[in-house]
């Protein structure tokens, strides 16, 4: 059996962010055969064509890391009905310059949470119509639009609802039979 070396990027810059205690749950609950690394998105700056024959390091330590790994997950919260600022700038990072897209035919999943019932399904359809452009590999389904309680969640990432436990269980089964499909046809 392979194991799977799995990026993870948190969506949202928040000290108290609720993707981060989803993404602390998602490892646990993963299958055994996928490792988690966080590819921060914090310190890069703000993404300018000027930078494209120039990368900062930032941006090169950025782009090394997601190319170190298999596949990349993303746990995000939804702004203004889309993707947080501070993702679609590290998604820009990530497929500059042209023709050096760090994205392409990556296998890659998303899911985040909100305390709103609707979860992230419109920041998501966002994420998902950059990710096509960037010629990612994305899990269609199950689609994962978590809605947060602090009931449901420890702040350590554990689940204290066994149906919230269960779907995420099988979204992380999913993910990981998703990766091995893709890199079995596609490898990287």
């Not at 392979?2 to 990026?7: F, N, P, R």
């Not at 709103?116 to 359809?125: C, D, E, I, P, R």
Request: proline letters at 6%; glycine letters at 6%; a negative charge.
């Amino acid at each position: 059996m392979s194991t799977y070396k799995v990026g993870y990027f948190i969506g949202s810059l928040s000290s108290t962010s609720i993707n981060r205690i989803l993404a602390s749950a998602l490892i646990k609950l993963a299958p055994d055969d996928l490792e988690f690394v966080e590819i921060a998105i914090r310190d890069l700056p703000l993404y300018s064509q000027d930078y494209d024959d120039d990368f900062p390091p930032e941006a090169t330590a950025f782009k090394e890391a997601i190319s170190a790994v298999d596949a990349v997950l993303f746990v995000t919260p939804e702004f203004n009905r889309s993707i947080p600022g501070a993702l679609k700038n590290a998604i820009d990072w990530a497929s500059r310059p042209w023709g050096q897209n760090s994205f392409d035919h990556i296998p890659a999943a998303m899911i985040g949470a909100s305390v709103g019932k609707l979860g992230t399904a419109v920041g998501q359809q966002s994420l998902r119509a950059v990710l096509s452009f960037c010629n990612a590999r994305q899990m269609t389904a199950p689609e994962a639009y978590i809605q947060y309680t602090p009931e449901g969640f420890g702040e350590d990432g554990t689940v204290n609802d066994a149906s919230t436990e269960k779907f995420l269980r099988k979204y992380m089964l999913e993910f990981r039979n998703h990766i091995h499909r893709v890199l079995t046809v596609l490898p990287r």
